[in-house]
């Protein structure tokens, strides 16, 4: 019984060190979901600068609006050669595009969702993720550095361009920190990064998000700003015809 007393004070000081003990992947990868998705719709204005191999560097403003996990909206409102660009993510994954000059909405096909979205690192697949747990399976969990460390494998007949993923997130608030994008040759081709992360009205947020491309040596950088919860979005104002409606 001294013993045991003597012991039990390591096996709670293990515990406590280890808090994803009695967690599965998929349980934590579930939780890492839900935090990205906590609330019911959301707003803001991103900061994002292109920058090439050769440290040139262009900016965007850009416009963004979220409700549940698949309503999605994304404006461009600066420069004035991209005013009024726009992506759209309807229910079961249908995607558009809306280019002024052309005055007409273009539903993305499946198999061009692999493509880059007007010259950032974030193809048309990156864009419409708002969770994993749709479409990959944790299968393996360890700690690298103080956080989560999950390897994500596609499910079965899953509509995805990547063979796996690695990712990243806080033990403590299972915000998801970094996202390594493996191709179908198993080659990292992409890193996304997540900091300043903070607190806003009860969710967790990263406020500066940078995907890189190891190929192009290339980088796209976004910052938010004006970040707003739950104003009661309704579903219309994710349509086509908001698509199209011009930038004020």
């Known amino acids: 019984m001294r013993r045991f007393k003597s012991i039990l004070p390591i096996l709670i000081l293990i515990f406590y060190a280890f808090p994803s003990w009695g967690q599965t992947p998929d349980v934590i990868l579930s939780k890492i979901d839900s935090v990205q998705n906590a609330f019911s719709d959301m707003s803001a204005t991103e900061q ?12 965007r403003v850009v416009e963004i609006q979220q409700k549940g996990k698949e309503l999605r909206m994304v ?20 995607l558009y595009l809306y280019l002024p000059a052309f005055r007409k909405v273009r539903r993305i096909a499946s198999s061009a969702t692999n493509e880059n979205f007007m010259g950032t690192d974030f193809t048309y697949e990156d864009m419409s993720r708002s969770s994993y747990s749709e479409d990959y399976l944790a299968r393996d969990m360890s700690m690298q550095n103080g956080q989560y460390r999950l390897l994500l494998e596609p499910k079965s007949g899953a509509d995805v361009n990547y063979h796996h993923l690695v990712i990243f997130a806080d033990t403590s608030n299972y915000v998801l920190r970094k996202v390594e994008f493996y191709n179908r040759e198993e080659e990292k081709t992409k890193e996304l990064t997540i900091n300043d992360v903070e607190n806003i009205d009860g969710y967790w947020m990263g406020k500066t ?3 890189k491309s190891l190929e192009e040596n290339h980088e796209t950088v976004l910052k938010l700003s004006d970040i707003r919860f739950d104003q009661g979005l309704s579903d219309s104002e994710f349509s086509q015809r908001t698509l199209k409606r011009p930038i004020r």
């Open 75 to 94: 404006r461009f409102r600066e420069p004035a050669d991209v005013r009024g660009v726009g992506f759209l993510r309807l229910a079961s994954d249908r």
């Open 209 to 211: 998000m940078s995907m």
């Open 48 to 59: 994002m600068r292109l920058i090439d191999e050769e440290n040139r560097i262009k900016e």
